[in-house]
Nanobody, 111 residues
Framework: QVQLVESGGGLVQPGGSLRPSCAAF????????MGWYRQAPGKQRELVAAITSGGSTNYADSVKGRFTISRDNAKNTVYLQTNSLKPEDTAVYYCMGKAYWGQGTQVTVSS
């Protein structure tokens, strides 16, 4: 059984940074493509960033140059470094791997 647990969200002012993390219970981080998604109120869930087992990454156009996805295989953890945050980045951020989803962590960007 795989469990994904996100943490590291919070309230930040525009231009600020957060680093959500996703801890996987079950060894999937080094094997499967891991992704960060987000869902804002009234909007569909969208892919923000993904990282393959080989280390290749891809990003939504809206976050390119501001967000960085990374992983630590030894800790079975995936990170999402978010910089230069904007109010439109406000959403619940979810981690996904091997078709499993975490419970989400709220990121709110507001002055």
């Amino acid at each position: 059984q795989v469990q994904l647990v996100e943490s590291g969200g919070g309230l930040v002012q525009p231009g600020g940074s957060l680093r959500p993390s996703c801890a996987a219970f079950g060894s999937i981080v080094s094997i499967y493509t891991m992704g960060w998604y987000r869902q804002a109120p009234g909007k569909q869930r969208e892919l923000v960033a993904a990282i393959t087992s080989g280390g290749s990454t891809n990003y939504a156009d809206s976050v390119k140059g501001r967000f960085t996805i990374s992983r630590d295989n030894a800790k079975n953890t995936v990170y999402l470094q978010t910089n230069s945050l904007k109010p439109e980045d406000t959403a619940v951020y979810y981690c996904m791997g091997k078709a499993y989803w975490g419970q989400g962590t709220q990121v709110t960007v507001s002055s």
